[in-house]
């Protein structure tokens, strides 16, 4: 049996896996016989493989790059209960992984702890992404992680004045407070992967007319303190900017070849720094979108087919609502269900029912077009499948090792 090569981007290999191949294959027979035979048949009745779950729409932080930043402060959080009981339920339609993330900073939720607690008594693999204010809230679960759960810290910049500059926080808290205690958090569990997260702003981006402030410069001073903190990996991505009259998520938009050449050849230049400093002691992974950027390919990526077919696989869990893909949280036309769409049977049937129809009538090719999606390269694989006449014993799978999509 094949092995996992890439534990981070490569979600069409993800889909092979042992646990989860039979949901690819009865998606694919799905699709087939519904372009023959339209309405004659159901979706294959899982749940998600893996979701990105809101706990809650409160942050503390004001980042003007914020995606997010419409629905945050709406005072709407999960009550315990509700949300233990969608884990419980996703869990036995095939839930694997649930990311904590988007939307609001989930260790402000007042339930965080149990919450983790309880996603990690389901047999869950867990990742958590963190502005890193109450990494002390984080440091309370440590001990219960695994080794295939993961901590990703939203930091953005190497020096205070930048960290100041792209956060803007409410809480009293600094860069050099949160890499000590990442750093305690990994030295308590040495098993739990600590990640770096590094957003680049490169000079002239704009967020509805402000000014972002730079950090290209220190991508390689962000590798070193990782290095020194303990970090495991620094994730790499550009900065996105959701568009005022769309709504949706915009990688480079409007900028001209000459200037998108410069921005490429700027980052490559501290990103070959960057990995002489790492010199393999702390791994550098860059996103698919930073690649395609790299090298030129980013038209290639935002062209998608016309049926995004990700929902199947991993659905975005929020108050304000269930949503097939992070780049449209809380986007009404990608709105598959309320908040509590996933609570009773009932609730998962209509979900279900209604998950069909977003795959069936959301216009990707169109709605998608100025989205550098991760999910490009697996769309596509799995819409060439669908369209082939491999047949479905003939998809190899692969060894179980990685399940966050």
């Not at 945050?72 to 839930?95: D, H, P, Q, T, Y």
């Not at 957003?199 to 950090?215: Q, T």
């Not at 996933?342 to 090719?365: H, P």
Request: charged share 30%.
């Amino acid at each position: 049996m094949e092995k996992l090569t890439s534990r981070e981007h490569d979600f069409s290999s993800k889909l092979r896996q042992g646990s989860v191949v039979q949901r690819l294959r009865e998606y694919v027979s799905w699709q087939r016989s519904l372009r023959t035979n339209p309405g004659h048949s159901s979706l294959p009745d899982y749940g998600p493989i893996s979701i990105n779950l809101d706990l809650t729409a409160a942050c503390n932080f004001r980042c003007p790059h914020c995606v997010d930043s419409k629905i945050l402060g709406s005072r709407k959080w999960f009550r315990l209960e509700k949300l233990k009981e969608m884990i419980a339920l996703l869990r036995s339609k095939g839930l694997l992984s649930i990311i904590l993330l988007g939307g609001g900073e989930p260790t402000l939720h007042r339930d965080f702890v149990e919450i983790v607690r309880f996603i990690k008594e389901k047999g869950l693999e867990l990742g958590i992404v963190t502005n890193g204010s109450r990494l002390d809230r984080v440091s309370e679960i440590a001990a219960e992680l695994e080794e295939n759960d993961w901590i990703r810290i939203s930091i953005d910049a190497a020096r205070e004045e930048t960290f100041r500059d792209l956060h803007r926080p409410r809480a009293k808290v600094t860069l050099e407070r949160i890499l000590a205690e990442a750093k305690s958090i990994k030295e308590r569990n040495p098993a739990v992967s600590l990640g770096y997260s590094f957003v680049i702003v490169w000079k002239g981006m704009d967020v509805n007319g402000n000014r972002l402030s730079p950090n290209t410069e220190e991508i390689s001073e962000a590798v070193a303190l990782a290095r020194k903190h303990s970090f495991d990996y620094v994730s790499l991505k550009p900065c996105l900017i959701r568009l005022e009259d769309s709504q949706r998520e915009s990688l480079l938009d409007g900028v001209n070849r000459k200037r998108e050449e410069e921005i490429a050849e700027e980052i490559r230049g501290h990103l070959r720094k960057a990995k002489e400093v790492a010199n393999g002691h702390i791994k550098i992974l860059e996103s698919v979108n930073l690649k395609a950027m790299l090298n030129q390919e980013t038209e290639r990526i935002k062209r998608q087919p016309k049926r995004c077919h990700m929902p199947f696989f991993r659905t975005v869990v929020t108050p304000m609502g269930i949503f097939h893909c992070p780049a449209f949280r809380g986007i009404e036309k990608a709105r598959i269900a309320e908040g509590d769409g996933y609570s009773t049977d009932a609730d998962f049937t209509e979900s279900l029912r209604k998950t069909a129809q977003s795959i069936s009538t959301f216009d990707a090719e169109t709605e998608c077009r100025v989205i550098g999606c991760l999910y490009n390269e697996a769309n596509w694989w799995v819409e060439d499948l669908i369209d082939s006449d491999t047949a479905m014993r003939e998809i190899g799978e692969v060894e179980d090792n990685n399940f966050f999509l």
